[in-house]
């Protein structure tokens, strides 16, 4: 079954901890993203790659990082730095006509 | 960059109205315009988009209008059903594919019995 998982669902952090949340496809898609969704903010670009060994920073980058070390997996750590990362995440990949979601993942800093 | 804005943030219809987003852009080398449809504790998904070589695209009660000119595309519900209750986003890409899309900020429609 082809799709695009994240893991966890929901997360909790302490103020200062680095956290890392997981994305997987087995779509053999390219183009994998980060997007942050708060409320009446829609759906911000955090981090987006074209490519294996290659990423660019989006709209809101400060305070996350990524890598992409294989085609189907796409890591977002949130760090210290971001001050307010209590937000819901969401992963996505590309195909030509259409991005595909995964699940998301509830950040809350406790 | 892109900037896309997205109106009104909550909608609310009866059953059986017609239901309109609208959305602004502001690259004029934008030519792709997905929405996408997210209900509660889903996730967002494709309903349907058009091009920019393309005026209106029509699927069973949606449709979504397209003036370059002015720079602004419509989704349009006819027929509304409780099931289209949901958050809808309006998106834009100037690659013509679903790549490095931007996204309005989304609007809240609830379908009332």
């Known amino acids: 079954d082809g799709g695009i998982t994240q893991s966890p669902k929901y997360l909790f952090r302490k103020e200062g901890q680095n956290v890392t949340l997981s994305c997987e496809q087995n779509l053999n898609h390219d183009a994998m993203y980060w997007y942050r969704q708060d409320p009446g903010q829609g759906l911000r670009l955090i981090y987006y790659s074209q490519i294996v060994n290659d990423f660019q920073k989006g709209d809101i980058a400060e305070g996350y990082s990524v890598s992409r070390e294989k085609k189907e997996s796409f890591p977002l750590t949130v760090t210290s730095a971001q001050k307010n990362p209590t937000a819901f995440y969401l992963c996505?990949?590309?195909?030509?006509?259409?991005?595909?979601f995964g699940q998301g993942t509830r950040l809350t800093v406790v | 960059g892109e900037n896309v804005e997205q109106h009104p943030s909550t909608l609310s219809v009866q059953e059986g109205d017609s239901a309109v987003i609208k959305c602004t852009y502001s690259?004029?080398?934008?030519?792709?315009f997905p929405w996408y449809k997210q209900e509660l504790g889903k996730r967002p998904q494709l309903i349907i988009d058009i091009r920019s070589n393309v005026g209106e695209k029509k699927d069973q009660r949606i449709a979504v209008t397209l003036n370059k000119t002015a720079k602004h595309f419509s989704l349009h519900i006819t027929e509304t059903q409780p099931e289209d209750s949901a958050v809808y986003f309006c998106?834009?890409?100037?690659?013509?594919?679903?790549?490095?899309?931007?996204f309005g900020t989304g609007t809240r429609l609830q379908v009332t019995l």
């Open positions: 996505a990949s590309s195909a030509v006509t259409e991005a595909f």
């Open positions: 690259d004029s080398a934008s030519n792709y």
């Open positions: 998106a834009a890409s100037y690659t013509g594919t679903a790549s490095k899309l931007t």
